[in-house]
């Protein structure tokens, strides 16, 4: 009886993980260039729960264990926005970008230009070029972001030739899994986990990526994970109720 417990409980606790994990990509579905987090779980066989006083071997104890939760980097759908800042990534590449914390990778082309002429994230971090940060020009107009990634304006009154202002940085990794999520839409590399020049990636200017979450099968999987749950909390209220019964009905000793 006691094992039944330990074993719905090792399950709830999976079940509320998996519906954090669920509830995070629900709420990121139209964040740009959003990449959904998968659960994965296995079996875990008690090697000591049994009693050898038995007649019969008793079967090990089967509980759930949290494996690990890995990152979706399925491309999400392209979204024409009009806007020649916006740039989506046709690739795994990711974009450099600049934090206090450190350089960090997003998938997340919505860009504009701050005060100082700087090309930032939406959340202001500035994107980095070949050469570092990518500034503009008070003058500058009619910016043009090539497919591999070079940034070329028309300068004053200059309407023939381009001036170039920077490359955007795209980089790949040989294992984007080693890569940790920090909020924002920012990635950051690990221990040990480098940063490569992307040549094969293409930059869509004025597209945007989409989160790769399908909210439809998302909103399903939560549903069945809180279904799942309630099921394992009435099957622990039975198994308390019975033990409470027995206890009971030990305890009536006859006169």
Request: aromatic share 6%; glycine share 10%; net charge negative.
């Amino acid at each position: 009886m006691e094992n039944t417990l330990l074993i719905g409980l090792s399950r709830q606790m999976m079940l509320q993980r998996e519906l954090d994990v669920v509830a995070n990509n629900v709420a990121n579905v139209n964040t740009t260039g959003f990449k959904a987090d998968k659960s994965l779980f296995e079996e875990y066989l008690m090697p000591v729960a049994r009693d050898e006083h038995f007649v019969g071997r008793d079967r090990r104890v089967s509980f759930v264990n949290d494996r690990a939760t890995y990152r979706d980097f399925t491309q999400g759908p392209l979204q024409p926005t009009g806007n020649p800042l916006d740039v989506a990534i046709d690739g795994g590449a990711f974009l450099a970008v600049q934090t206090p914390a450190g350089e960090r990778y997003t998938r997340d082309g919505g860009l504009q230009i701050n005060e100082r002429g700087q090309l930032v994230t939406a959340a202001g971090h500035p994107v980095l070029g070949t050469n570092g940060p990518i500034v503009f020009q008070q003058t500058d107009h009619d910016i043009t972001i090539s497919p591999d990634g070079t940034v070329t304006v028309l300068e004053g009154n200059n309407t023939l030739a381009d001036s170039i202002r920077g490359k955007l940085r795209l980089v790949g990794f040989a294992d984007p899994q080693a890569l940790t999520k920090e909020g924002a839409n920012l990635f950051a590399a690990g221990p040990g986990v480098t940063a490569q020049a992307d040549t094969k990636a293409q930059v869509r200017q004025g597209f945007i990526e989409k989160s790769n979450v399908n909210a439809v099968a998302e909103m399903s999987r939560m549903i069945g994970v809180t279904r799942a749950y309630g099921q394992v909390a009435t099957m622990l209220q039975q198994q308390s109720d019975l033990r409470r019964s027995a206890i009971e009905r030990l305890a009536d000793v006859p006169a």
